[in-house]
């Protein structure tokens, strides 16, 4: 199985502000996503991270909120830019080769 | 993806089995049914999957009707560890193939002494 890592683990940010997160999988995979999961919801994909192209963005998200990239297969960041308290989430990167594996998640407190 | 219905919560004793279940009444032939779970404040964990025969695994054994209509989920000696919400998700054949994992509400087992 995959092992997803994520930096950073929390953090605190003022309002108009960028958070970026780094998300780093032990192994190649062919594909990675990153989802939100605001507090007592479910799981929102926000994206699929391409390596080598755009990512493809789910309906609601936009690229200029949630720029993502993805330079090589075992590696992706995503922004969450210019920050209100409504970004306030846990933000989750996901990785699948056969199998789909989750890291622990970033949660982001914004003020 | 077709969609699912899992009931929002259910209780285990300690040590008894743990029965989850989940409609699928839409799935398409070349979709597969997947579990995980959320242990509060972590991220999600693969359980199982399967097609149509039923699968085991040393977490759990994953049960399909025949007409592939619903499924179960059975942790067979829920321990207060297994205390999670689990989610049943169906998505367009494994592998490299692009399929989304979308998440429902899950399922909020609570497995108590």
């Known amino acids: 199985s995959a092992v997803i890592s994520q930096k950073p683990s929390r953090d605190i940010c003022q309002r108009g502000t960028s958070l970026t997160i780094q998300c780093q999988v032990d192994?190649?995979?062919?594909?990675m996503f990153w989802y939100r999961q605001q507090p007592g919801q479910s799981l929102t994909l926000i994206a699929t991270?391409?390596?080598?192209?755009?990512?493809?963005?789910e309906s609601g998200f936009v690229i200029d909120k949630f720029p993502i990239s993805r330079p090589n297969l075992t590696f992706s960041t995503l922004t969450v830019s210019n920050m209100s308290p409504e970004d306030s989430s846990i933000y989750l990167c996901s990785g699948r080769e056969e199998t789909q594996y989750f890291g622990p998640g970033t949660r982001l407190l914004v003020l | 993806d077709a969609k699912t219905t899992q009931p929002p919560s259910m209780d285990c004793a300690e040590g008894r089995a743990a029965n989850l279940p989940c409609n699928h009444s839409t799935i398409s032939g070349n979709e597969y049914v997947y579990w995980y779970r959320q242990i509060h404040s972590q991220g999600p964990q693969y359980i199982i999957h399967g097609l149509k025969n039923n699968e085991t695994n040393e977490m759990a054994s994953l049960i399909i009707t025949e007409d592939r209509k619903s499924s179960t989920l059975i942790l067979p000696h829920a321990t207060l560890r297994d205390t999670a919400v689990y989610y049943c998700?169906?998505?367009?054949?494994?592998?490299?193939?692009?399929?989304?994992?979308?998440f429902g509400q899950g399922t909020i087992l609570t497995v108590h002494p």
């Open positions: 998700i169906v998505r367009v054949a494994g592998g490299t193939s692009y399929g989304k994992l979308t």
């Open positions: 192994s190649q995979v062919t594909m």
């Open positions: 991270a391409n390596q080598g192209s755009e990512a493809t963005y």
